[in-house]
């Protein structure tokens, strides 16, 4: 692929559930924001959604954004403000949808990752494939014990739990961020996957 | 692959260097030790080495495990201490080393990663295909800016670095192990890659 990927990312603090299921609002953290920034910037991710409908926390990201971009940190460590650039600040995933489709296009596809097996999956490398030949996706990601079933909701289809040697599949999101962006972005040795 | 790899991944605090290229300790951060226990935990390696020679972070390190493996962590959220169970703390890699070389023979391979291409490279491919027929392998990561010239001394072998649209590469060690691992032992929609 020569061309940027059409891709944005979102991370969804609510609605999320909790370990016992019940739908729920995660509070941000600011590794978040930073691991999941500078991967999408690694594998030329447009937009880094940060979806939280709550206004306090929105507030917060924002200064830690704004820490990085104009603050201290843009002279302590420009890299950092050139990943933490890619983000946007919004309350609920319907607007990062409607972003995207303005700038791309209908043919949006909204794609959402999950740790449990669900019916409607794509395959990483036919999902990679759609990319390389330019259709746009917004790839959906769930903070807390993963996306509230309201979110499938808006979602076309989802990617498979990223599966390792046994049962256990409790990755963090910002692992689990990283490794979907390299299975569908990356390169290998220097040639594409 | 049926059998569980021998595989361990250490975390280099000491020697590593600055952005300034100089050879410098950093700190343990809360999160390596999580989010890459979890990676390991799920693609199956078998110890997690956390390096540091000194004391009081080593105390702290092991502070922070016990919490999740004996604490109010372990009733809270069992999950993380099964992953976190895999951290073993040393003062140097030469102990990591020694282990391994104890527990699985001679062969044991000693790979590092880097952000930067070095001569000594072995291909992804290439590496998951040895562990895949049994190669006991040590992966070291660096914190920090990365390791130290003298660490690349005790390896054998170095995986390129990451790479995605551009030539950004400045992935968090957290997203980078998780990245690496995947590669070398997972599976992608439920087949091995």
């Known amino acids: 692929m020569t061309e940027k990927p059409c891709v944005d990312v979102a991370l969804v603090h609510a609605p999320v559930v909790n370990r ?16 999941i920034a500078r991967a999408c910037k690694t594998f030329g991710v447009d937009t880094y959604w940060l979806v939280t409908p709550f206004e306090r926390q929105q507030i917060l990201s924002r200064q830690i954004v704004d820490h990085w971009l104009t ?41 959402a990752t999950c740790a449990r097996p669900r019916p409607d999956t794509i395959a990483y490398a036919r999902l ?44 963090s999101v910002r692992s689990a961020a990283a490794i979907v962006l390299d299975r569908l972005l990356g390169c290998k040795d220097g040639k594409p996957v």
């Open 20 to 35: 016992n299921g019940e739908v729920i609002g995660s509070a941000v953290t600011n590794l978040d924001l930073h691991d």
């Open 128 to 171: 990679r494939q759609q990319i390389h030949t330019g259709r746009p996706v917004l790839l959906v990601f769930g903070t807390a014990w993963g996306l509230a079933p309201e979110v499938f909701e808006k979602v076309q289809v989802t990617l498979p739990p990223i599966c390792g040697a046994g049962r256990y599949n409790h990755l």
């Open 71 to 111: 603050g201290h940190g843009r002279i302590a460590n420009p890299d950092r403000g050139e990943a933490l650039s890619l983000i946007r600040i919004c309350a609920g995933l319907d607007e990062a949808i409607a972003n995207g489709r303005k700038k791309w296009g209908g043919s949006l596809r909204v794609v």
